[in-house]
């Protein structure tokens, strides 16, 4: 995505705590998504922001900063299931989602 | 159907041959993408339709066309495949009726290779 810029691979242990970062441009910033997508498969929808602080559901959780650009997703008690590409979309002035180009996250046993 | 399915799953395309990408919701979503993903690149948004009747063009337009007869159905033509036309191609669905919050629901996709 031409204004989301988000690490292109990360490594973790099973049972760790990961972080994945994601920043974007801040004008006409409509909120944020954050989605997983398993090797092979469709994107599927893990937590949205639009209001400054963490959002937290169950093992996952995502965090923005609006001031910043800035936003996180947080995944704790890694399991080997969670080995996938994790992206983060920015909804624009339009409504539309600019999309990053996706971190992908390798659990280790 | 539950969802949004997609077809074909996968096809192998002479260049120059004019090819349809079917998609179907039954969600009775208002607003439907097609988007093409390639690696390191992340999805990118082909056209878009925000309700039945309209289409929009998105960031990769060219040498694709839409169409949104119903509310159900948005087909991606490819009038005259080209190599670089080989991607994964996702649809998805939204009710763009809740505004900001644009969840969008992603169908299976189709692996296209253009030879």
């Known amino acids: 995505g031409q204004n989301i810029d988000q690490p292109t691979e990360m490594t973790a242990t099973e049972g760790a705590i990961v972080q994945i970062n994601c920043t974007y441009q801040?004008?006409?910033?409509?909120?944020l998504f954050w989605y997983q997508q398993h090797a092979g498969e469709a994107p599927t929808f893990l937590s949205y922001?639009?209001l400054d602080g963490l959002e937290e559901k169950g093992r996952f959780s995502s965090f923005l900063s609006r001031s910043k650009g800035y936003s996180y997703l947080l995944l704790k008690e890694l399991q080997m299931k969670d080995s996938a590409s994790y992206l983060c979309?920015?909804?624009?002035?339009?409504?539309?989602?600019?999309w990053g180009a996706g971190t992908k996250l390798i659990i280790k046993p | 159907i539950a969802g949004i399915t997609q077809a074909p799953t996968s096809q192998i395309l002479a260049a120059g041959r004019r090819m349809t990408l079917r998609c179907t919701q039954d969600m009775r979503h208002n607003a439907m993408y097609w988007y093409r993903q390639d690696l390191g690149l992340g999805l990118r948004l082909i056209h878009y339709s925000n309700t039945a009747g309209t289409t929009g063009k998105g960031e990769v337009p060219d040498g694709y066309s839409v169409s949104r007869a119903n509310t159900d159905d948005f087909p991606l033509t490819l009038a005259s495949a080209v190599p670089s036309q080989t991607s994964v191609y996702f649809c998805a669905s939204s009710d763009s009726t809740s505004g900001p919050y644009n969840e969008q629901f992603f169908g299976p996709g189709t692996r296209l290779t253009v030879l």
């Open positions: 979309a920015e909804v624009d002035s339009n409504y539309q989602l600019i």
């Open positions: 922001n639009v």
């Open positions: 801040t004008s006409g910033f409509n909120g």
